[in-house]
């Protein structure tokens, strides 16, 4: 038999029992489009943290509170406040910009639409350190922050929560936690990694933050930049001196703070998000195996059920390789129908997370092309048994199956 004559006999069985085949294939569509749906997902992920790492100078800190342990549980001690900012800056040699984020929710209302945010108090250097762009307006200013001045910046999602566009909300005034703010810029939408998102946050001067809404001075974040060409461990050292005089630490005894280095929590961050990405892909790759699985079960049913026919063609001529290819090639061309479908269920699944759940996604030709050969590697994997036993059968022993 040539291998148009194998392929074409292939399809019209596919076809004589269509219902069927198409049950069949529901395993492979459903592995390969939680695969596609689970590494677009992680893709998108892995993006953002890629994002985030490129921007992030790699000479940034973070001085963070304390963790003590009580009864066998973690707690945060909230140790570092407004106070600690001033020394930072005068009596640290390495650090160039001092940049505290003192946290809060955020209850805003404006023109009867109301939302939730993480409300940040900080200083005018925060989108700098951060490569924070300010996609509408601005951000505010030293004179305002010394001013103690009612000026907020909204995070991307915040307008459109509030029923507005940025353009429209920009100048107008909102109401938050009691007081009035008027909005003096928008950032550029940022995403996030895992943590947070900057999308939904808004951002107030930190003396505003401290005497209008907070009440205290209590800080959960003082992020620090180092000065070009000093060594990160350096100014580790030097802020740990200064902080320790400042909370009155006396030697011995453990610090009350940790300092962080961004870039390098970003990076295990990122090799987190990597094996999360494989484990979810691994998970749905077993249902791949399954539907091959079910693929191999079909095919030794349609073994059976053709026995006669499998000995009629025998009788004609037919060799084992014919038979053998003929049952591999009905075993592969289920799988690829599969795993076409399976890639646009992927493919619309993760545009799906992406409008309606608000994830990042990125569908990748690296994780199609995988999806596609892998798929064909189940239906040649899973079909070999059942195509080299129609192969071996006796054919006279089939010629007299269901006479």
Known sequence: MLIGEIIRVAFQSIRANLFRSMLTTLGIIIGVGAVIAMLAAGAGAQKRIDDQ??????????????????????REQMTLTVDDIEPLQENTRYIDAVVPELQTRGQFEYAGNNTNSRLIGTTHHYPEIFNYPVAYGRFFSLEEDLALSRVIVLGNDVPEDLGQTPEEILGKTVMGNGQRFEVVGVLEAIGSSGGPSPDNSTFIPISTAEHRVAGNSRVSTINLRVADGVPLERAMVDIERVLRAEHQILPGEPNDFAIIDRKQFLATQQEAQQTF???????AGVSLLVGGIGIMNIMLVSVTERTHEIGVRKALGATRTNILMQFLVESVALCLFGGLAGIAAGVGTANALSRYAGWETFVSPE??????VFSIGVGLFFGIWPARRAARLDPIEALRYET
């Open 277 to 283: 990405t494989f484990l979810l892909a691994s998970i």
């Open 53 to 74: 790492l490129a921007a992030l100078g790699s000479n940034i800190l973070s001085l963070t509170t304390s963790q003590f342990f009580s009864m066998g549980v973690s």
């Open 367 to 372: 994780s199609v092309a995988l999806a596609f």
